[in-house]
């Protein structure tokens, strides 16, 4: 075999991790625009709580997917918890640890509404709080808390663009009382190595059982289109001397790329098989994977 034809092949043997293409299989969730998923929890290892980023009162805001075994996915619509107060582009949802059917939702200039879902899955607005680093241009899109025992870690990031690198924050968070505290760190930037050109480096965030804090980064150029969308391991969280502790990781090659799928990964939370990830497609719907 000539010398150039088995270099190739010996740089994929030795680095497969940058040869090997990403199987994950999507399923489209729905063709409408307005049922774009813009945050996703576990409610069990095959029902969801989902968001969307509706913005007038007509639009829906909160939903239910039921995905299981790969099969095709179903999204049920659930009415927002009080006829007033809607919520103006919701960007993400994470689960209260311990905490059966309870949520925090997140809408894009850093309130948060901590919620509860009834056994006929009727929503119940219970607090109400602002993440302290809101300012009337935020544009916030990831929500993601997890605990340590007593410990727990609230991060959140603004979603950055071109000219700006994504910002990302976190505080303790006291589940009893509801509060977080202001942020002893300086926040953490990201600006994605891909994809470049109307670039959101972080769409949304989820922590893992390690405390390992994954992000999706996309690119969005309109309401068509095309999209593209990566997977990044930025860093880990852990708890010293009661204390949050971050640990950055080298920003380099994305876990994963999605460059052909036309997808706009909005959504990802962690099931016992792996990272689910939900999508906003705009004009084209929107799509639900599990990624082992």
């Known amino acids: 075999m000539a010398t150039d034809k088995l270099l190739p092949i010996l740089f994929c043997y030795f680095a497969l991790a940058g040869c090997a293409k990403d199987t994950t299989q999507w399923h489209t969730l729905s063709n409408s ?10 409610i069990d290892q095959s029902n969801f709580f989902v968001v969307h980023d509706g913005k007038k009162p007509e639009h829906p805001r909160l939903g239910i997917v039921s995905f299981t075994n790969n099969q095709k996915p179903t999204l049920k619509k659930i009415d927002w918890c009080e006829s007033t107060n809607l919520p103006i582009d919701l960007e993400a949802v994470t689960a209260i640890p311990n ?40 544009n916030m899109e990831s929500l993601a808390l997890h605990c340590f025992d007593n410990n727990c ?42 994809p470049i ?22 690119s969005d150029p309109g309401d068509d289109g095309p999209f593209r969308s990566a997977l990044y391991k930025l860093g880990q969280f852990s708890v010293s001397d009661n204390k949050i502790r971050w ?23 962690f099931v016992k098989q792996g990272l689910i990830m939900a999508t906003d497609d705009e004009n084209k719907g929107s799509k639900i994977a599990i990624k082992p």
């Open 247 to 269: 640990t950055a990781y080298k920003n380099g090659d994305p876990e994963s790329k999605y460059d052909t799928e036309n997808i706009k990964i909005e959504g990802i939370s």
């Open 197 to 218: 050109g109307n670039r959101r480096s972080m769409s949304d965030i989820a922590v893992d059982v390690d405390g390992v804090l994954w992000s999706s980064a996309v």
């Open 99 to 138: 905490h059966q059917n309870e949520y925090l939702v997140l809408e894009s200039k850093g309130k948060v509404t901590r919620i509860q879902l009834n056994e006929t899955d009727k929503c119940k607005a219970t607090a109400r709080f602002e993440l302290p680093t809101a300012k009337p241009d935020s």
């Open 153 to 194: 870690v609230l991060a959140w990031a603004e979603r950055g663009d071109d000219k700006q690198p994504a910002k990302l924050s976190w505080a303790k968070f006291d589940i009893s009382t509801g509060t977080v505290s202001t942020p002893e760190d300086k926040a953490f930037e990201f600006a994605s190595p891909y």
């Open 33 to 42: 625009k307005e049922n774009g998923i813009s945050g996703i929890a576990v």
